[in-house]
């Protein structure tokens, strides 16, 4: 019979999973807090992911503010977002794909368009 020093501690029995969607939303807000400046009337980024293991593959769709650079935003934002799903998650995040789907007009710009029109 094993004694008491071959018992497995309570903090080490089981395992933990996370649900996708669960990542999901904190590739979503990570994608947020990584844009420099959001656009006004824009839609909220969004994730998609899918989890294997403790691997977290995350596609991101978001809206930008033009003009914009927009390598150097989605390069911040795959940044950010595999910080954030390791620190939050637990997770490794080989890939983060970003989908950039509308630019919004900005300041100037905006007021520009509008005399145009």
């Known amino acids: 019979m ?3 020093k071959d018992r497995i501690a309570a903090g080490e029995r089981g395992e933990t999973r996370i649900a996708d969607r669960v990542v999901a939303k904190i590739a979503a807000q990570a994608a947020k807090e990584a844009i420099d400046e959001p656009p006004e009337h824009g839609a909220p980024p969004r994730a998609t992911v899918t989890v294997h293991r403790d691997t977290a593959r995350v596609r991101v ?5 033009y003009p914009c650079d ?3 935003q989605c390069g911040g934002v795959r940044r950010h977002v595999v910080e954030r799903v390791r620190a939050l998650a637990g997770m490794e995040v080989p890939e983060v794909a ?10 100037a710009s905006a007021a520009a368009q509008g005399r145009i029109q």
Do not use: A, K, N
């Open 2 to 4: 094993s004694g008491v």
């Open 61 to 65: 769709s978001l809206e930008l503010g």
């Open 70 to 72: 927009i390598g150097r």
């Open 98 to 107: 970003v989908q950039v789907e509308r630019l919004h007009p900005t300041g």
